[in-house]
Structures are given as structure tokens and as C-alpha cells.
């Protein structure tokens, strides 16, 4: 259900996670308005725009004729200007502080309407992100995404000391309207929640590797094929709670004091970047990439995610 308050959603950038925005919000039926910096900037997004849609029309998860009159809602522009009138915005450039900061100077010049800056920053927290900001400061929040975000409906949300009242509900609302699965950080704390759980997995990882206790083959085999697709059901809190917590604490008593706590980045990875071994980008990391169809394993990153498409697509 769309929120009524909103009739126009900005979004500033061009790249992968700034075009994603806009087919999640074209794709309900939101006026979008994206700031592109020149003409090849726009095109690129367009083109890229144009492939999200027709990758959901190839999945059958809507028409033809769907997917142009989602494409209708958007619009690009060179001039802050051009999204004057907008309710919320997006902020999706790079993790450059003076470059956001550019950003919402002109926010604050030309957009008087806003109610909420929304920042995509994985790295990033409100308060920094609000510093040396005159009158807006109050709106800008963190809305961490997971990419793409029309494709994964998890965001995070984090206020600063000095985010309005409402402002994080407010936004909160709109990403519940374009069907995502919003959460509200209590405070924040570097990598917010998805990303401390991740890397507090991969250092584990990590550890198992260079200790010699199993290969990476036989790590991605056990999350592919043991808890993880649990999780995609029920959480960890919920699993836990139902195994029993007197049950589950003789484990924690034997495992965490074992469990990796470095604070230094392990030499599993320092030494494969010494190596000039960076991943799939170089064709060797942990695994050989040399021979890899990525059509075929990009499609596999995306399987999971597309149980998640329930839209209610604009009809004209």
C-alpha cells in the first residue's frame, strides 16, 4: 500500500544500489527523480534500469507491458531542482564524507519539501553523516540496504543525536510501502546488525582455514546444506529458543572460548592480496574462477531472492 504522503522520491546517484532504488520505486508507483552528475552517467543508469526490469519480465514476475509502465515513473535530472518537491531522498554516492556533504547542501538549497535524507552508508553513521549541516541535519538518517535492493527486502535503520522525532518512522513507512523488511537500530554501532553478523561468520571462517580444521570448500558446504537455509524461515533467536536455553549454554561454555576473537585482518586474506590473489576479478582467490560460467553463478546469488517479489504493480 503506498504511503499517501509521498508523491515524489529522490534519488541522488547512478550506481548499482542508486538503480535498484528506482526499480523498487517506480515499481510501485512512485514518481522518481535520479540526480546524475553528466549524460553518460544517466544512459549507463538507464541502461542498467532497463536490464533490472527486463531480468524480472524474463522471471515472469510481471509483463511486458508491466514493465513500461513501471518505467514510466522515472525521470533523470542534472539539477537538484529537478526534485524540489520530493518527500524523501535517497542518498546513494560513494563513502566519501565531503561528497555527501556536497550532497545535502544542495539538498538544503533546492529541496524545501524533503521530510527525510535517507543514506544507503554501509560505513557511515548519522551523526557524521549530519556534521557541518545547517538546517536539514534533523532529517538525515541511515536506510542501509543489502544489494540490490529491489531484489533483498532487508534495510537498517539508525538516527543520529540529532534526527527529528518521526523522521525515522516516517521513512520506516515508505520502505514498508515498497515491501521491504525495515529494522530500527536502537543505536548505532559500526556494521549496524547484517554486517557484524556476517564478518563475525567470516572471521570464524577464516580461522577454521588457517588452523587447518577444514577447507573452504567444505565451510561453503556446510552453511549451504546445514543452518543457513534455516534461516531463511526462522531466526536465531527463535531456533535457539526452541532447542532450549539450559540446553544451549553448555556449548556456549565449550565453544566460545575457542571461537576466533582476533582483531587483526587473518593472513588468509593478507596473504592472497600479497599474491596480487584477489577473487574472481583476478580469476583466483580461495577458489579458481578461471573457467566459472558468472552467468550461470549470478543467477545463483539471485535464486534465494526471488521468492521475496510480492508487488503490487502499477496498473497505469
Not at 515513473?73 to 560513494?94: H, P, R, S, W
Not at 596480487?276 to 566459472?292: A, I
Request: charged share 25%; proline share 4%; aromatic share 10%.
Amino acid at each position: 500500500m503506498k504511503v499517501n504522503r509521498v508523491k515524489h522520491i529522490g534519488i541522488i546517484g547512478t550506481g548499482m544500489i542508486a538503480t535498484s532504488m528506482a526499480v523498487l520505486t517506480t515499481g510501485h508507483g512512485y514518481k522518481t527523480t535520479m540526480f546524475a552528475v553528466n549524460d553518460d552517467l544517466a544512459a549507463a543508469s538507464k541502461k542498467t534500469f532497463e536490464d533490472f526490469y527486463a531480468q524480472l519480465v524474463e522471471k515472469k514476475l510481471m509483463t511486458a507491458g508491466q514493465s513500461e509502465i513501471c518505467g514510466k515513473y522515472l525521470n533523470y535530472t542534472q539539477d537538484y531542482k529537478g526534485m524540489a518537491d520530493a518527500d524523501i531522498i535517497f542518498e546513494c554516492v560513494v563513502e566519501v564524507l565531503d561528497v555527501k556533504h556536497a550532497v545535502y547542501s544542495e539538498i538544503e538549497t533546492n529541496c524545501p519539501n524533503v521530510k527525510a535524507i535517507c543514506s544507503v552508508s554501509s560505513a557511515l553513521v548519522a551523526d557524521k553523516l549530519a556534521e557541518g549541516m545547517g538546517k536539514y541535519k534533523d532529517r538525515i538518517i541511515v536506510t542501509h540496504p543489502f544489494n540490490p535492493p529491489h531484489m533483498v527486502p532487508y534495510f537498517e535503520l539508525a538516527a543520529g543525536a540529532e534526527t527529528a522525532d518521526g523522521v525515522v518512522e516516517f521513512a520506516k513507512s515508505v520502505l514498508e510501502a515498497l515491501d521491504r523488511k525495515p529494522v530500527v537500530l536502537k543505536k548505532s554501532a559500526p556494521g549496524f546488525i547484517g554486517n557484524r553478523l556476517q564478518f563475525a561468520l567470516w572471521r570464524e571462517a577464516l580461522y577454521i582455514v588457517e588452523n587447518g580444521i577444514a577447507d573452504p570448500k567444505d565451510i561453503d558446504t556446510c552453511l549451504m546444506y546445514s543452518f543457513c537455509p534455516r534461516y531463511t524461515s526462522i531466526g536465531m533467536f527463535d531456533h535457539f529458543d526452541n532447542g532450549g536455553l539450559d540446553l544451549n549454554i553448555n556449548v556456549c561454555k565449550t565453544l566460545f572460548p575457542d571461537l576466533s576473537d582476533t582483531k587483526e585482518v587473518p593472513k588468509a586474506i593478507t596473504d592472497r592480496i600479497s599474491r596480487g590473489d584477489l577473487g574472481q576479478k583476478t580469476g583466483v582467490g580461495f577458489y579458481d574462477w578461471r573457467n566459472v560460467d558468472m552467468d550461470a553463478y549470478r543467477e545463483k546469488v539471485s535464486a534465494p531472492y526471488w521468492n521475496f517479489f510480492n508487488w503490487e504493480l502499477p496498473t497505469e
